[in-house]
């Protein structure tokens, strides 16, 4: 995680890289993002480029838009997300699954079935309303 040292001396936590790496996982838009909290797409580049400090009450607000839990928002995705294979996944396969290749592989394939069926159900609406307007009432 990239630190900041602060005035006093200490380290301060910038999480503004893992807010955008969240968001672009989750395929969520500055602009959704920003419209979901209120603010301008400039506040939410601010805050993903670590140059405005970020409120609690925000970073809460960060997490329910990107449907996280509030601490995944201190941790890189990467990490979470290679906890998550290690606790599901058998030791065998893990090492494929790390691989970033892996994961954008798997967000295009879910992006594809997601859009197939989309198709599905619209072309299942349309013969729902076709069959509507040619069998309705007759007189």
């Known amino acids: 995680m990239k630190q900041k040292q ?34 301008s797409e400039a506040a939410i580049s601010n805050i993903e480029n670590d140059q405005t400090d970020v409120s609690l009450s925000q970073l809460e607000d960060i997490s329910i838009a990107l449907e996280l839990e509030l ?12 906890k998550r294979i290690k606790n599901t996944i058998p030791e065998s396969q893990q090492k ?20 197939h069926i989309k198709e599905v159900i619209d072309r299942f609406l349309l013969n729902l309303d076709h069959h509507k307007t040619t069998s309705g009432p007759k007189h």
């Open 71 to 82: 601490n995944e928002l201190f941790i890189d995705p990467q990490e979470v997300m290679e």
């Open 6 to 39: 602060n005035v006093g001396g200490y380290e301060r936590l910038k999480i503004g890289s893992h807010i955008r790496k969240w968001r672009n996982i989750k395929e969520v838009k500055q602009k959704d993002l920003a419209s979901a909290l209120r603010i």
């Open 96 to 115: 494929i699954m790390l691989e970033p290749e892996w994961f954008y592989t798997l967000i295009g394939n879910l992006q594809k079935k997601d859009e």
